[in-house]
């Protein structure tokens, strides 16, 4: 348990005191380190005490450092501590071989859970981690639950210890340990009663739950080996809205996807039933935000179009939210006079029809299905790109832009800004 030394800051408390590049901190303040959490929290006292390890031998180095004084201490990239379990639902395990290193790695790191949103499932915890996790007062988690049903929790996600999630989660909520879960659904597992026992007792006022959101399984056609599932019909979606709703009455932070909305046919609830908006990563409350901010921004969207673009657009979108899409492009176009706003539907070929999200949309599908005219201007959803400007099989802005032969317009995937590329 130790983590080693990248780089030193200039003018930082870590250089008066003498650390090293490549030295190994063991302890600060006699509390052990091994991971940028540790060193952010316990690094934060105003007299500080490290054990190092230098060229195999240890020492101690300490200081007093002032709250202007940056710590200064650049540390490795974070180990993410990966998933334990093998769930009957995994996406990850539904991926096709041969992409890119990032999109197979099953994230269940609680530190990531607290510093980005992340969900996990816990099981990966020692007592002591847990302990520390404690100790810490790591607040909120994200926390995936599936079922408080212990047996079928633990049928649903393939692990071989005992874990009681109940037992957890009374216990970080006994400790000021607020969380954020999520249900993943799949139809004859874990929804209708399952599913109703689940929101009762994480709406308990013995637990700390913040908020419970909702969504069902996503299937890919590259599931072999797998078990079989199902997807979710109309009808079986109008059912789990309906639980949603029932429990929603004495506890309002229970959250359906929107994807449940799409699939059972129903409107998108106002914002007011997302609150704060705070599973939007979790894809609920996303067409709802997109809705509004189109209202509050289309005048200055359309002038942007007609000042910088002067094209007619077509709306590059996948099959789920294309309902959306056109009623945008619908109204976009009264306001782009001479210039016309069209929707081109992208079925996903690449990971298979049950999966209609625009962000899991690869471009090899988009060239194959995209038809564009003369003096026509696809427009896409930053959600198709990763961080890096990359499509799920890897290609850029900039050979889309040459294998399409024109620009593109990239907006953000709620609407809040726009470029031409």
């Not at 216990?171 to 659904?185: C, D, K, W």
């Not at 959306?324 to 619908?330: E, F, G, L, N, S």
Request: glycine content about 6%.
């Amino acid at each position: 348990m130790a983590i080693r030394v990248k780089n030193i800051e200039i003018n930082s408390f870590a250089q008066e005191i003498g650390l090293r590049k490549n030295d190994l901190i063991l302890k600060i303040n006699d509390m052990f380190v091994e991971d940028f959490l540790d060193l952010n929290y316990f690094g934060a006292e105003e007299k500080l005490k490290l054990e190092v390890i230098r060229d195999e031998h240890k020492l101690v180095l300490q200081g007093k450092k002032s709250f202007e004084t940056p710590l200064g201490i650049v540390i490795d990239q974070h180990h993410c501590r990966e998933c334990v379990n093998n769930c009957i639902f995994c996406f990850i395990d539904q991926m096709p071989a041969g992409m890119r290193e990032t999109l197979y790695v099953k994230d269940d790191d609680y530190t990531y859970s607290f510093i980005y949103g992340n969900y996990v499932t816990l099981t990966n915890m020692s007592p002591q981690k847990l302990d520390k996790l404690i100790k810490l007062k790591i607040s909120p988690l994200y926390i995936s639950v599936h079922s408080t049903n212990s047996e079928l929790r633990k049928e649903m996600m393939r692990y071989k210890q005992d874990f009681e999630i109940l037992d957890i989660l009374k216990r970080l909520a006994e400790n000021g340990i607020e969380y954020h879960t999520q249900l993943v659904l799949v139809p004859g597992f874990n929804d209708g009663k399952e599913l109703e026992r689940s929101l009762g007792d994480l709406a308990s006022g013995d637990l700390a739950t913040l908020g419970i959101g909702v969504v069902p399984v996503g299937l890919t056609k590259h599931r072999e080996g797998l078990p079989q599932l199902p997807l979710f019909t109309q009808e079986e979606s109008v059912k789990v809205i309906n639980i949603i709703d029932k429990y929603r009455e004495d506890f309002p932070y229970i959250y359906a996807s929107d994807e449940f909305y799409i699939k059972a046919d129903l409107p998108i609830p106002d914002a007011d039933y997302y609150h704060d908006f705070e599973e939007i990563e979790n894809g609920i409350g996303m067409v709802r935000m997109l809705l509004d901010n189109w209202k509050y921004h289309k005048a200055k969207f359309a002038d942007f179009i007609l000042t910088e673009v002067k094209q007619d657009l077509v709306f590059v979108t996948g099959v789920s939210a294309q309902k959306y899409i056109k009623q945008i492009a619908y109204e976009l176009a009264e306001l782009i006079t001479p210039y016309k706003a069209e929707v081109q539907v992208i079925k996903n070929d690449f990971l298979g029809a049950g999966v209609t999200v625009c962000g899991l949309l690869s471009f090899a599908d988009i060239s194959a299905q995209i038809k564009l005219s003369h003096g026509q201007i696809p427009l896409f959803s930053q959600d198709i790109f990763n961080s890096q400007g990359l499509t799920l099989d890897n290609f850029d802005h900039d050979y889309i832009k040459k294998e399409l032969k024109r620009n593109v317009v990239i907006i953000s995937p709620m609407f809040e800004e726009w470029s031409l590329r």
